[in-house]
């Protein structure tokens, strides 16, 4: 089955740049998904890109898919605070339902 | 914008006994989903169901699980006889034909 990873942890201090990243092992994916999870809270679809973008930019967040490397990655530009929270990489499979096989989750802390 | 919405945010249950966890997905999503989270542990996909029928299932979905769509807003899981690790943050999520995947704030089930 597909098999997502992602490094655990990752701090920055406000204001830096956050970088994400997540490697997957199914290629045949239309499109991958980034959510966020804050402290007991739910799963935020942050933003997705189609497998046949290299790059989509959606304010502060910027998404780089390498599909040859299957690597995908997320930026945050100018981490707050408020973005301390898990990052997950999804990977629907590529069946007409669309199950989605999470990574592992990337505990971003913001240092102030 | 539209949310996923997921009752009872918690729910506390003694071993053996029934649950039904409520979920009400986006109107004029086609695709749902129930997913879980075992505490520190990744999310993992249980089931997803379409056109009135499941139409894929985990190995964790086994015969104790069954899903539910009573009256066509309604999407329930229902847990026969819980066990104590069956204890988890359990997801509900619905997807339209676009690819954005929304999921609600989940429902924490603990087990005694």
């Known amino acids: 089955g597909e098999d997502v990873e992602q490094s655990l942890f990752l701090s920055v201090r406000e204001g830096d740049s956050s970088v994400i990243n997540c490697t997957y092992t199914?290629?045949?994916?239309?499109?991958l998904y980034w959510y966020k999870q804050e402290p007991g809270a739910g799963l935020q679809l942050l933003t997705y890109?189609?497998?046949?973008?290299d790059m989509k930019q959606d304010q502060r967040l910027t998404v780089l898919l390498n599909k040859k490397d299957k690597h995908l990655s997320l930026r945050i530009a100018d981490t707050q605070t408020g973005d301390s929270a898990i990052y997950f990489c999804?990977?629907?499979?590529?069946?007409?339902?669309?199950?989605?096989?999470f990574g592992t989750g990337t505990k971003l802390q913001v240092i102030p | 914008e539209p949310e996923v919405t997921q009752t009872p945010s918690h729910q506390v249950t003694q071993m053996g006994q029934e649950v039904i966890l409520r979920c009400v997905p986006i109107?004029?999503?086609?695709?749902f989903y129930w997913y879980r989270q075992i505490l520190g542990q990744k999310v993992e996909f249980l089931v997803s169901?379409?056109?009135?029928?499941?139409?894929?299932k985990s190995e964790i979905f086994d015969d104790q699980f069954s899903v539910e769509r009573p009256d066509g807003s309604n999407f329930t899981l229902k847990i026969r006889s819980t066990k104590l690790e069956d204890s988890a943050m359990y997801f509900c999520?619905?997807?339209?034909?676009?690819?954005?995947?929304?999921f609600g704030q989940g429902t924490r089930l603990t087990v005694v």
């Open positions: 199914d290629s045949s994916s239309t499109y």
């Open positions: 109107s004029n999503h086609l695709y």
């Open positions: 999804a990977v629907p499979n590529s069946g007409g339902y669309q199950k989605v096989t």
């Open positions: 999520a619905s997807r339209g034909q676009v690819p954005e995947a929304f």
């Open positions: 890109i189609f497998s046949n973008m």
């Open positions: 169901f379409y056109n009135n029928e499941i139409s894929e």
